[in-house]
């Protein structure tokens, strides 16, 4: 599996996914701190890649996906974006809006009938 592969992958097996350095509970950098207490005051549990122990990932995820730092937080397959702008959507309360529409989405197509 190459790389892309791999976090494409990651991307879509995870609702909502935190590319950062370190991990939760012990963050490798200030601006990733930040990312989990934002999330953290949203009360929503989040997956986690460390990309300080995934070089591969560190290196080849910022061309995919057109952003050049970390953190990086993708809600629903989609990039949200780093540090700076979820500390925005927080404050203006869009965060929680988009990350509750992503999870009711999730579980109403949990419950469909196949």
């Not at 992958?9 to 990312?35: D, H, R, V």
């Not at 953290?40 to 990932?57: E, M, T």
Request: net charge positive; aromatic share 8%; proline share 4%.
């Amino acid at each position: 599996m190459t790389t892309i592969e791999k976090i494409k992958n990651q991307i879509t097996e995870n609702l909502i996914l935190l590319y950062m350095k370190g991990s939760p509970k012990l963050p490798n950098c200030g601006f990733s701190a930040q990312a989990v207490q934002v999330l953290s005051a949203c009360r929503v549990s989040f997956n986690y890649v460390d990309i300080l122990q995934n070089h591969d990932i560190r290196a080849e995820l910022p061309k995919f996906a057109n952003w050049p730092t970390f953190p990086q937080l993708w809600v629903d397959g989609e990039l949200i974006g780093g540090c700076d702008i979820l500390n925005e959507l927080y404050r203006t309360g869009s965060l929680q809006l988009l990350i509750n529409k992503a999870i009711n989405k999730h579980c109403l197509q949990q419950t469909k009938t196949v």
